[in-house]
């Protein structure tokens, strides 16, 4: 969780290039943002230690390691308690192709998304997934172009 924190234009601008970058080198964050390496580093620092920053990763090329279809999958249930979820939550957690797993307002309980090679693949996951819980439906949807797809958050809701 990240801690609550007050964040500058120098802030916004650093983030900005470790969203382009996160292998930018300092001096070059630096530059762009019109401080000196020192504390520029240190605000880097700032931003890792109050959770800002979470991570810095490679993004690898979904086609390039077999794994360019992307399956959403819809899944209700008629189960509503603590342990149901916590059976389901630490099942998704345990899948490497799902990247992500949203519980849902309105019709659809959760939304999961999958990075796979084939439509075997996903019929191997929906074979596990229903194995480890109880679920009402599912419904699957492959997408088919990709048309927009960013790890970059938007930084003008920033106070």
């Known amino acids: 969780m990240a801690a609550k924190m007050s964040l500058d234009s120098f802030d916004r601008k650093i983030l900005d290039c470790l969203q382009d970058n996160a292998d930018m080198a300092l001096a070059e964050i630096a530059r762009r943002v019109g401080l000196s390496t020192t504390p520029c580093w240190r605000r880097i620092n700032r931003l890792q230690e109050?959770?800002?920053?979470?991570?810095?990763?490679?993004?690898?090329?979904?086609?390039a390691v077999n794994a360019g279809?992307?399956?959403f999958v819809a899944v209700r249930t008629?189960?509503?308690?603590?342990?149901?979820l916590a059976r389901f939550a630490k099942a998704v957690a345990s899948f490497p192709e799902v990247m992500d797993c949203y519980r849902m307002s309105g019709e659809i309980d959760y939304l999961i998304r999958l990075a796979l090679p084939d439509?075997?693949?996903?019929?191997a996951f929906y074979k596990r997934l229903i194995a480890r819980v109880e679920l009402s439906d599912v419904t699957s949807m492959f997408a088919m172009?990709?048309?927009?797809s960013t790890t970059r958050l938007p930084l003008n809701y920033l106070p």
């Open 78 to 84: 008629s189960q509503h308690n603590a342990q149901w």
């Open 50 to 63: 109050a959770g800002i920053v979470r991570a810095r990763v490679a993004l690898l090329d979904r086609k």
């Open 145 to 148: 172009e990709e048309i927009k």
């Open 69 to 71: 279809v992307t399956v």
């Open 119 to 123: 439509i075997e693949a996903y019929d």
